[in-house]
């Protein structure tokens, strides 16, 4: 396993992380300029939103390559299940984006509860089944399908994986080498199981995300901390998320509307390299 | 294991639903008036918050009883943990103010993580020892600590343990017969690993608190949906409770600021029992 704790080659930057993905937020910072920011920072990837990418989808990547970077990843498929599920038609086509970009993960935010149903049984047998359908094209793409657990508080309307225990369930059921996880601290830091049920996913992390869990969060969605503010034990995480085999981009994504995203994106760039090396 | 689906004297009031607890919110109701709208309506038990007894316990607890209900627990101790941990005096007054109300449950809500510190580890040691500093007197009092784990949203500055397994786990290093744990629906809904960790939980559960999680929760606290306006599985988190031996009161615990809090306390009151007949 390489030592990687102040090599920001291995730090992605989540466009989101900027808040320009948000109208009314950040500093409406093209893709170009994202990229040439994070490049002259020593950043290695970029991750992006399908709202960012539009009909550019090869342009775009290889412009970030041509920077020296790699398109990480990127954010996400439409919903597999609940009243907000997208359609067929929508997943493939946000497939095709990433095979577009050149980004090897595609993350899957499920999406809640199937309507009319009680509990997590229906929602996770109709989650499997999109994903297996949808499978087979994404690994013809060369893109891998990272199933993203949220936290239990976006039960409901957002999500109906909520731990890496819960990932993992649905990765072995469908039993595919293109399917498998992201852990996102945000999301995990409060596990006590973590370290047990991630020496049992070698292989199957696809993402790591950085963030931090403030002591006070004020918002569920915009109220993320940066790494080293809050109370997560993020050096811990990453860690355990290694000593699974994980060496791909430790990626950056701070959803932070009344701090964050405020600030001048090159400061909020400047102040994740800092954390990056000082903290995670 | 007798059944109860219909049996409303297992019916508990914790007296937050009603909103009266807060300023601002609910009419008003005194203990006595929400005593006698309990026991109109077959409630068998109720739950009362520390900031509405006063130095009332006794004569309080006797009222409850004499309208042919039982008080049937207390909320709670102050944190025991984190920022905002309450002082030893404090705890134990909390406790000798559950024996005067002759309520055989005390609420334990952990508190936060322990400043300075990043994880969980620190915080759980303290909260260990705080809670095996009080079980003797608990114990002496008559009062059982009832151990609450919180909604992972929760981390941070309310609690240090999300799981029924994180609460066993802190239950089983003290082996103590008057430390146990409480089951709130709002909180454990989510969790796929209940049905094998409950069934390890006999005689360990010394309280089931119900209400529902909404489709769209629009605050953490304060948001919170009556039984069957949601979507978590009621009647089977009933069952596994009940599965591990679980025979005492569902205790209705709705914190709905902008929805049931608005509500006049007697409506509120009969569609709880309507709710508890078929929804739970």
């Known amino acids: 396993m390489r030592d990687f704790s102040r090599d920001t080659s291995v730090l992605a930057l989540n466009t989101a992380t900027l808040g320009h993905i948000l109208d009314g937020h950040g500093a409406g910072w093209s893709p170009e300029r994202v990229t040439d920011a994070c490049a002259e920072r020593g950043f290695g ?11 550019d989808a090869v342009r775009i990547g290889e412009r970030v390559r041509a920077a020296g970077m ?3 990843g990127l954010c996400r498929t439409p919903y597999l299940t609940g009243r907000d599920a997208g359609s067929d038609d929508e997943v493939t ?14 993350t899957i935010v499920t999406g809640g509860t199937e309507p009319g149903t009680k509990g ?11 994903i297996a359908r949808h499978a087979d094209h994404a690994a013809a793409c060369g893109v891998r399908l990272a199933l993203e657990p949220l936290n239990p508080m976006f039960g409901g309307n957002r999500t109906c994986v909520f731990t890496v225990r819960d990932a993992l369930e649905v990765c072995r059921a469908l039993d595919l080498p293109h399917v498998g996880i992201a852990v996102d601290v945000y999301h995990v830091w409060w596990d006590r ?18 963030c931090d869990w403030l002591e006070d969060t004020g918002h569920m969605l915009l109220d993320r901390g940066m ?11 990453r860690r355990m998320v290694e000593a699974a085999g994980y060496d791909g981009f430790c990626e ?20 994740i390299v800092d954390r990056f090396r000082t903290a995670c």
Chains 1, 2 share one sequence.
């Not at 497939?95 to 595609?106: C, F, K, Q, S, T």
């Not at 991630?198 to 696809?206: D, E, P, Q, T």
């Open 45 to 55: 990837g970029i991750v992006f939103w399908r709202r960012e990418i539009g009909g």
């Open 70 to 72: 790699q398109v990480a």
């Open 93 to 106: 086509a946000s497939i095709d984006m990433a095979a577009g970009l050149g980004a090897p993960v595609l």
């Open 120 to 130: 997590l049984e229906e929602s996770r047998k109709r989650l499997a089944g999109r």
């Open 193 to 210: 199981t973590l370290p047990e049920v991630l020496s049992g996913a070698a292989g199957k992390i696809f993402g790591y995300h950085l």
């Open 227 to 237: 790494m080293g503010d809050g109370v997560a034990d993020l050096k811990a995480l």
């Open 252 to 271: 950056v994504e701070v959803f932070s509307a009344d701090n964050w995203w405020k600030r001048p994106p090159a400061e909020v760039l400047d102040v």
